[in-house]
């Protein structure tokens, strides 16, 4: 194979997945998913894994409960009407301590919504992907080549803090080609799972993995422990990356294919004369607060630009507190918002001071 | 273009058939033609030609797209106006879907297709891993071929690696090039490139210059406002 190929996003998501070692793969087709299911029918046979299409989503979120429950590194991928029906497995492997990487590739909704991309799944990733207290690690790719690197930092992660992490694309970044390096002579790390449930050998204790807990104050003692590995997390894993923000006044706040529509747009605002920066997040939970607090210091306005409603810049402005004016501009239900629309946002901000 | 005025263009997905197709077809106009081209891909709501349908009509080019193309709708079928490409006496480019599962839907028009002749296009990227390899390529032209019962006239060397093409990139999949002909046993019609580097291609062999115009929204240029 040439160093660099040609690589569609959920063929790269797919892939990434077989070289963290990745060997269950349990899905359902859905648009705009599909070729991570296709792309992982054609490869698992070839690296002695399983591909298995599950009779509906909540079978297949279940099967990598129980494949992660074994010890396996275990994945699946949908859009966003799935994801809606992988919920209550989410909430189990949170609740079971059970690492697995879930990939929604998202399109518009609510309810069937379209098929077109959209980023309107932000509340749902990073505050509720199913009932009761816990979290997901979210993170969100922006170009084919970071899907790679992040499916790999995704299972580590997964591995490292014993919970469901999830790799947040959408329809336009699954389906854009792009050129990427593929390095298969990386090393797979794959720590041992003590805790698994892959047989005593009359040797140890045997394991459970279970969410289950019949005395109110135990369950508590164990959210509180899982709050507290939470915080920990909250202090070490937050990333994005920023571009022009050191004398920004108007700082950009995006994530996945809406920060390259808006690196365009300080780009061209840049060239206009105005000190327009961005802060482009690559987790959204544990969100980047330290970043945006930082930029305060010399920005007079925040900007939000999302593919939904309004969802993400909730939490700039919880951060901001109201000391900074935050604003939005959004397209949805399938609508991409273009660069010139950014930068028309950023000139009537600008117009303001 | 074919005499015979009826071109099929198939592919692995993703190794820039639209692309090729629309070039195709805009030079066939060009060249004094009247041409239709037909988006066959119902495969993938994506990245078809469809999308580019006004950018074609104002190039003259007339555009039979799926019913629902563009759309939300995820049940895309061939309209009614599908068969009047078997009475016309335009040109016509049958942009298919890719792979095999693309092709399938060729099947159903296979015999109106032989009977009225065709050249069908084989287009291929060594930059694509699941055709990086003649093997794996013919490979997948052969699942093609059984899965719309036409043949492959003519090999279309196609790789790139979009914006980060150069004129060694192109060059160095000459060699990939020939080997999927000489494999295949169909001629090696020519090689894609992007316009920008005709001057710095050997000139003992033959290229096909092409325009971009399958693009991202961020690739489109600088913003105005």
Redesign the interface.
Known sequence: ??E?????GN?ALA?AAIMAGCRYFFGYPI??QTEVAMHMS?RMPKVGGVYLQAESEVAAINMVLGASAAGARAMTSSSSPGISLKSEGLSYIAGSDVPAVIANVQR?GPGL????PSQADYFQATRAAGHGDFKMLVLAPSTVQEIIDLVADAFALGDEYRMPVMILSD??LG?????VV?DETKKINIPERPWAISGHENKRKHNVVNSLYIEPPDLEAILKARYEKYELIKKKEQRCEEYMTDDAEIVVVAYGASA??S???V??AR?DGIKAGLIRLITLWPYPDDAIISRMATAKAFLCVEMSMGQMVDDVRLIVGGKRDVRFFGRTG?M?P???????EI?NIKGGF | MDPKGLTVICGHYGTGKTNFAINYAIDAVREGKSVTLVDMDVVNPYFTSSEYAEILRKKGVKVISPSFATTNLDIPALPASMYSIFDTTDSVILDAGGDDAGATVLGRFSRKIIDRGYEMLYVTNMYRPMTSTPEDSVGILREIENACGLKATAVVNNSHLKELTTASTITDSLQYAKEVSRSAGIPLMFSVAPRHLSGKLPADEHFYLSDIYVRTVWEEGEPTC
């Open positions: 194979m040439p660099k190929v040609l690589m569609k063929e892939e648009t705009p054609k518009a919504g379209g098929i077109q329809g336009l389906q854009m080609m792009e050129p593929i390259r529509i690196r365009s747009a780009d061209a060239k399938g991409i273009t660069p010139a629309e950014v930068l028309r000139k």
